[in-house]
Every structure is written in structure tokens, then in C-alpha cells.
């Protein structure tokens, strides 16, 4: 599955992403910046996908733009469909990073949460020392929602 808005083409990860993604996942610049900050093998990355791979309640994204692909979109239904969804992105082409194509690529994915997939509530983990990703997601519209160990948890309605 693919679809296009605003010249970035979204394509749903296939297997013969994921060792581009796991080299993506585990670059300092990227790793340093998520919840989960282990080193990722080959292995690791094979059971990942194993099961998301013909999940409804998870969708991956390649983020596509200019002819090359350049970081990856996540959606999670973690409550039943039609209530709530948890997102994440992040840009493995540092050049793209302060560009309109986050901010596109985040709010394709919000309008086919709430108006597509009839979500009524979206989520973010983010690293309370990730700053960036903190500013970036108020600036959307996320609110804090719930304060945990190391990452706060921001919602949208």
C-alpha cells in the first residue's frame, strides 16, 4: 500500500526495508533520540517485522521524497480501532530535517487518524530529554497526558 500527499510518497515497509531501516535505527544520531536505545541485529529486526508485517492494529511507513527514501512514519492501534492510535517518525536524512517534509509527513498520518480511520485520540511517547521531539509535537497540537520514568507521554484529541 502507497499513497501520495504534498509530492512525499508514503509505501508501507516491506521486508526488503527493514535491514535499511535497522541500519537507520541503530545510527547514534537516531538511537540516542528513542525509548528503546539497545543496538537492534539482524535477528532482532527479523522478529520486529515478523510481527507487524500483516498487522491491522500496526502500520509502517517508508517516508519517500525526491527519489530516495528518507526516514520512516509509525501508527499503533493499541486500544480498540476507532479510539486511539500512538505515531512516531523520524527522518534518516538530516538534510530533510528542517524542512516542511515533518511536518507534512505528520499531519497526513493525524488526518488519516481522525478522519480516515475515525480515531479519536492520538498519542506520542517522547524521551524527556528529547527536547526537540517535545517542541516539535506541542507545536502540533500534542498536550502532556502522562509523566513516566524517562519519557512523557503527549496526547491530541
Not at 18 to 37: C, D, H, L
Not at 44 to 63: A, D, L, P, R, T
Not at 102 to 121: N, Q
Request: glycine fraction near 6%; proline fraction near 1%; aromatic fraction near 16%.
Amino acid at each position: 500500500m502507497k499513497f501520495i500527499r504534498y509530492g512525499i510518497t508514503f509505501r508501507r515497509i516491506q521486508r526488503e526495508d527493514i535491514e535499511k531501516v535497522r541500519q537507520w535505527r541503530n545510527s547514534e544520531a537516531i538511537r540516542q533520540k528513542m525509548i528503546y536505545r539497545e543496538y537492534i541485529t539482524q535477528e532482532m529486526q527479523e522478529k520486529w517485522f515478523s510481527g507487524i508485517e500483516k498487522s491491522y492494529h500496526h502500520s509502517y511507513y517508508i517516508i519517500h521524497f525526491e527519489g530516495k527514501d528518507i526516514g520512516l512514519f509509525n501508527q499503533k492501534n493499541y486500544k480498540v480501532p476507532g479510539k486511539m492510535t500512538e505515531s512516531g517518525i523520524f527522518l534518516a536524512d538530516t538534510q530533510y530535517k528542517k524542512s516542511y517534509i515533518p511536518l507534512v509527513a505528520s499531519l497526513t498520518m493525524i488526518e488519516g487518524s481522525f478522519f480516515a480511520m475515525g480515531e479519536t485520540e492520538s498519542f506520542v511517547r517522547v524521551l524527556k530529554t528529547n527536547h526537540e521531539a517535545l517542541e516539535y509535537n506541542t507545536s502540533l497540537g500534542y498536550e502532556l497526558y502522562q509523566e513516566e520514568k524517562e519519557f512523557v507521554i503527549l496526547r491530541m484529541t
